[in-house]
């Protein structure tokens, strides 16, 4: 299996889970993110460690920035967008389109114009 069908599966099963569940409801799920929560759960420290250790001795470093770019994402989306049902304010859609450009830019650069 090659690395686009293997993004391609990926791509197939994420768009089932926002298809299964609606937009708002992941959107409610990421405003309701706790990151204190989260780094301080040692469950989250092990995967987490597991999977960089085996991403680095795999040298699967563009796996590594799509997954730092994803976190990203969430964290940009509960900093930048307001809770499901609210307008959204210039000044905060401007902030998370900036923000989804740039990250847009960094993984074009570093997984198709470096590669």
């Given at each position: 299996?090659?690395?686009?069908?293997?993004?391609?599966?990926?791509?197939?099963?994420?768009?089932?889970?926002?298809?299964?569940?609606?937009?708002?409801?992941?959107?409610?799920?990421?405003?309701?993110?706790?990151?204190?929560?989260?780094?301080?759960?040692?469950?989250?420290?092990?995967?987490?460690?597991?999977?960089?250790?085996?991403?680095?001795?795999?040298?699967?470093?563009?796996?590594?920035?799509?997954?730092?770019?994803?976190?990203?994402f969430v964290?940009?989306?509960?900093?930048?967008?307001?809770?499901?049902?609210?307008?959204?304010?210039?000044?905060?859609?401007?902030?998370?389109?900036?923000?989804?450009?740039?990250?847009?830019?960094?993984n074009?650069?570093?997984?198709?114009?470096?590669?």
């Amino acid at each position: 299996m090659t690395a686009m069908e293997r993004l391609q599966e990926y791509w197939k099963s994420f768009v089932e889970f926002l298809t299964e569940y609606k937009i708002e409801k992941v959107s409610e799920v990421v405003q309701n993110l706790d990151w204190k929560e989260i780094i301080r759960n040692p469950l989250v420290w092990i995967i987490t460690l597991t999977l960089l250790g085996l991403i680095i001795w795999k040298q699967q470093f563009k796996l590594l920035i799509v997954l730092a770019s994803f976190v990203a994402f969430v964290f940009l989306i509960q900093v930048a967008l307001p809770p499901g049902g609210q307008s959204i304010p210039l000044s905060s859609l401007l902030k998370f389109v900036g923000g989804t450009m740039a990250l847009i830019g960094i993984n074009v650069y570093f997984l198709i114009i470096r590669s």
